[in-house]
């Protein structure tokens, strides 16, 4: 594949390097996404948590994390990128042990507030990071590495919450491995290089961000130093909060709250949060659904790394389209199964493949192309407000959906809230073809001129002018 080959080349094989490490952050999430599912098989028999304090249990980390993702703009910006995720990193430690020790149910809830304040900040910063280091023609795969280890935490928990589910102590276990990575990133984020935007636009250092971009390029010095000019250029405008609103950037900011809302409101972490329990609902028994959850969480890493392989070449928009739709049409099957006692007595076997398609259609749609677009569609003064903004709209959409999952479950029937979600998947089809635009190939500061200029010539010769 023409994206492997390019990773081999020098520049390119470093900050692959340095987005893999940044992507530890995207693991933390997936990890702990994961691995609630299979600890509330057990927590709530260990700890008398009900439907409530499940809810509870799983939407504290959601809370935790818009705050999170509300203080990064501004730790992104005021000591950087790369302290940020090393700080990120430490507090997820903290709170996956506090997790671990925990007495009651509300001990929990509060620890994984904690946790959400780790991983609020590094879904934020770590997309951030990677976009700013890496080369217009790979960005969208290597962005996507951020997703594909979201993903990849949600496997290994998986198979964590399978392989512990017999051993005392099982839930505390699967919660307390979680201060691995979280230790991983603080590590590896210490050792990593600031970003040439950073050191530019807040420490003023062109001769340490000449050093970095040297590095990414294959020591291509027109290049690089072009790069800087155009970095150097968007520095010199200073943004206010003010303009998140102005005319040329509201369409975009609206396009990054539906990419971010959508993609939480078709129910994914509902799917992911209470996968063990779906597939219960079907009547698998705590063993079986583990298993079977594992089989989803690699298959949510291979449809990533596909992805991942082909964003750059087929385009942002093909995978978002084409994920929806099947997104949609499998939720509407698991709606199918569950309103059909025949077919949940005769074929659970479609519960399972239901979740699969789901699973697979989302990991190359919106999983990726969520995180990837808010890096890529907002003006340069402003991406750090505007990517906040965005992030703290899908933790709190994520934390609508996962809250209230079971109760809809008990009002609106099992079936009800797949139609549901299949209902806003349609919304969500008809958002994104009109309004979503293509960026694959284009620099971020090319982006910028064709987003925010209007009609006019200038407009259009700075577009002409940065594009490939």
Not at 266 to 294: C, E, K, Q
Not at 345 to 373: N, Q, R, T
Not at 375 to 390: D, K, Q, W
Not at 418 to 432: K, M, N, R
């Amino acid at each position: 594949m023409e994206f492997v080959r390019e990773l081999f080349k020098s520049g390119n094989a470093f900050v692959a390097r340095l987005a893999l490490i940044a992507g530890i952050g995207g693991f933390l999430f997936g990890y702990d996404t994961g691995v609630v599912g299979g600890a509330l098989l057990f927590v709530k028999k260990d700890l008398h948590a009900g439907n409530l304090g499940q809810q509870a249990i799983v939407g504290s980390i959601l809370l935790g994390a818009m705050f999170g993702a509300v203080i990064a703009g501004y730790l992104a910006d005021a000591i950087s990128r790369k302290w940020t995720k090393v700080i990120s990193g430490s507090i997820y430690v903290f709170g996956a042990l506090a997790s671990a020790v925990s007495m009651t149910t509300w001990e929990l809830v509060g620890s994984r507030f904690v946790l959400g304040l780790s991983v609020g900040t590094a879904s934020f910063v770590g997309p951030l990071y990677i976009s700013e280091l890496a080369p217009k023609r790979l960005r969208g795969g290597l962005v996507s590495f951020n997703q594909l280890m979201i993903t990849s935490g949600i496997a290994v928990a998986y198979l964590v919450n399978y392989f512990l589910k017999d051993a005392t102590w099982n839930w505390r276990w699967m919660l307390g491995l979680g201060a691995v990575p979280g230790l991983a990133l603080a590590i590896g984020m210490f050792f990593v290089p600031h970003t040439p935007r950073w050191l530019i636009e807040e420490a003023d250092d062109r001769e340490a961000a000449d050093e970095v971009l040297m590095r990414a390029r294959d020591d291509d010095e027109e290049q690089v130093e072009e790069e800087l000019d155009q970095i150097e250029e968007v520095a010199k405008e200073e943004a206010s909060l003010r303009e998140l609103f102005a005319p040329r950037v509201r369409k975009m900011l609206l396009v990054g709250l539906g990419l971010a809302i959508f993609q939480q409101i078709v129910g994914i972490n509902t799917v992911i949060y209470y996968a063990p329990t779906i597939l219960s609902f079907a009547g698998a028994g705590a063993g079986s659904a583990l298993a079977m959850t594992a089989v989803v969480g690699l298959t949510n890493v291979l449809f990533t790394i596909v992805a991942i392989l082909l964003i750059d070449k087929l385009g942002r928009r093909v995978f978002l389209l084409v994920g929806t739709g099947g997104v949609i049409v499998s939720l509407a099957a698991l709606g199918v199964f569950f309103v059909s006692k025949s077919l949940q007595h005769s074929a659970g076997w479609l519960a399972l493949v239901s979740l699969i398609v789901y699973i697979a259609s989302f990991a190359v749609g919106l999983g990726p192309v969520f995180w990837l677009m808010i890096s890529e569609i907002y003006p340069l003064r402003v991406r750090g407000p505007a990517m906040s903004v965005a992030t703290v709209a899908n933790w709190g959409a994520n934390f609508l959906v996962s809250f209230t999952f079971l109760t809809l479950t008990t009002t609106i029937t099992k079936e009800g809230t797949f139609w549901l979600y299949g209902a806003i998947g349609i919304a969500a089809f008809a958002f994104f073809a009109t309004l979503v635009p293509e960026t694959k190939g284009r620099s971020l500061e090319a982006i910028e001129g064709d987003l925010t200029s209007l009609s006019g010539e200038h407009g259009r010769e700075r577009v002409g002018a940065s594009a490939d």
